[in-house]
């Protein structure tokens, strides 16, 4: 990755190194994933697979499409053509069960011990898809999981799982159901009421996501207001392109959290700084798309040192080749963060979760537990 305000390969072999020696020690933190995208994290291995599937039947030429999938830096703008291509490889619902399963897996691997995964509910009635069949092919992925014991949905569906002998590493997941920028009012309202009725399944929220140059902000708030007041918990992808009106907007509508706030004008990054709603912070992301022109500028210095809370994220480790053990690395190196600062980053996350109190209270008992060894971390329950 062009590291930062890099230009020689000297230098950046010596950021990489560095990145390095922090990688098994933020490995083994425990961690709180709030911004994942699951098709933008689905496993490259996977989709060339898929692909390649594909190609033999002839529906789409294999080297090219595995040219784009495996290409190394890309724009925003393409970024979202390649959402559309990823879209094509996982219509089916066994797919979205597999990638659901290796999303989580991996994220476990990583030692994430509560993850938010959010996804855009798709119609494609060509395989019998509709919204509400997505959501449940993702729920069945949630289920297919082996490598360790998922808890989700209910208080209930956590008290049983809690109160069996637990011979695996446990891993929180909760949904988040994405409105994409390019639906209706209507389709953005169908997304919400899903999310209403799969509340028992573990969704716990609504993320306003898909591409910033498309959409308008007024589209979207009859379908945020219905979550708002049936008590659905809300981010918004916030100012990842240049657009003061929504950014003031969406600030005046207080979000529980905001996702980049890369393109903030003074006066919006006052009212951010005011309004306290913590910012899903994704590095790597906005340094691939450049929302942000250097690492080192990030607008994470600020908010650090502005204690505005922050949450480290990933945003979509498949398409960016990244992953949350990374992400939290490259605030060490490139912030000049140690590992007691990092530690309350992880263990701050808790308190912006959009589960329950109950929840909040089972990760911080986790946290506790790992801090009394903070250099090992061994403990994981
Ligand atoms: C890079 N920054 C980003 N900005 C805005 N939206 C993004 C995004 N990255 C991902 N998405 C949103 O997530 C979808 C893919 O996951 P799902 O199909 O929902 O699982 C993309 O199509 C886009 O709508
Ligand atoms: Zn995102």
């Not at 425990?30 to 689905?42: I, Q, R, Y």
């Not at 790597?284 to 994220?313: G, W």
Request: include cysteine; hydrophobic fraction near 40%; charged fraction near 20%.
């Amino acid at each position: 990755m062009a590291a930062a305000a890099v230009d020689d390969g000297e230098t950046t072999a010596r950021f990489e190194a560095e990145v390095r020696s922090w990688l098994a020690w933020c490995r083994a933190l425990p961690k709180v994933e709030l911004h994942a995208h699951l098709n933008g994290s689905a496993r490259s291995s996977t989709l060339v697979e898929l692909a390649s599937g594909l190609g033999e039947k002839g529906l789409i030429n294999f080297p090219e499409v595995q040219a784009i999938l495996l290409k190394g830096d890309r724009s925003l703008a393409e970024c979202f053509k390649l959402f559309d291509l990823i879209h094509l490889l996982t219509t089916d619902h066994n797919i979205i069960t597999r990638i659901t399963k290796e999303v989580i897996e991996d994220f476990a691997a990583e030692n994430v011990i509560y993850l938010e995964l959010r996804t855009t509910p798709k119609c494609n009635a060509s395989v019998g898809m509709t919204k509400r069949s997505y959501v449940e092919a993702v729920l069945a992925g949630l289920k297919a999981v082996e490598a360790v014991q998922v808890i989700s949905g209910s208080q209930e569906n956590h008290k049983k799982v809690l109160g069996t002998t637990l011979s695996r590493p446990i891993i929180y997941v909760q949904l988040l159901l994405s409105i994409d920028r390019r639906e209706s009012t209507e389709a953005a309202i169908d997304t919400v009421q899903l999310a209403l009725d799969m509340r028992n399944c573990g969704v716990v929220g609504i993320d306003l996501s898909g591409n910033p140059w498309v959409g308008d902000w007024n589209t979207f708030v009859p379908a945020l207001k219905l979550a708002r007041e049936k008590g659905l918990r809300i981010t918004l992808h916030c100012g990842e392109v240049p657009n003061p009106t929504e950014v003031q907007n969406m600030l005046l509508f207080q979000p529980e959290r905001i996702g980049h706030a890369c393109c903030l004008e003074e006066s919006e990054w006052t009212s951010l700084l005011h309004s306290s709603i913590p910012v899903e912070v994704c590095l790597t992301s906005n340094m691939r798309t450049e929302t942000v022109p250097v690492l080192q500028d990030h607008h994470f210095a600020s908010l650090y040192k502005s204690k505005h809370p922050i949450v480290i994220c990933t945003d979509d480790p498949g398409i960016f080749a990244t992953d949350i053990t990374r992400e939290y690395a490259l605030a060490a190196v490139c912030f000049g963060l140690k590992k007691a600062n990092l530690q309350f980053l992880a263990q701050n996350a808790v308190r912006h979760i959009f589960a329950d109190d109950k929840v909040q209270a089972e990760l911080q008992k986790i946290f506790d537990a790992a801090a009394i060894n903070p250099h090992e971390f061994t403990h994981r329950p």
